[in-house]
Nanobody, 114 residues
């Protein structure tokens, strides 16, 4: 089983940037894809970005042009670079990994506010 540890959340002003990290450990050899969801209070969980083992990426329309997902295969880490942040980006961001089942990280809070 894979373990995921997220970091990089925090408080940022509108227009600012943050970079989230998700470090994978354990049985990482069978991971097919990794990515990020977010959960805002009173809203459904939203898929933010995905990166597959062949490097293909996909981002939600709401973050295209502002967020970029990438990975470091040596560090077994996936990153979410978030630029031009808006108040509506405020949420708990959860890393996930797809194997035969889906594993979730513990989540990291991102708050965009002046």
């Amino acid at each position: 089983q894979v373990q995921l540890v997220e970091s990089g959340g925090g408080l940022v002003q509108p227009g600012g940037s943050l970079r989230l990290s998700c470090a994978a450990s354990g049985s990482i050899f069978s991971i097919n894809a990794m990515g990020w969801y977010r959960q805002a209070p009173g809203k459904q969980r939203e898929l933010v970005a995905t990166i597959t083992t062949d490097g293909s990426t996909n981002c939600a329309d709401s973050v295209k042009g502002r967020f970029t997902i990438s990975r470091d295969n040596i560090k077994n880490t996936v990153y979410l670079q978030m630029n031009s942040l808006k108040p509506e980006d405020t949420a708990v961001y959860l890393c996930y990994a797809v194997q035969r089942t889906i594993t979730w990280g513990q989540g990291t809070q991102v708050t965009v506010s002046s």
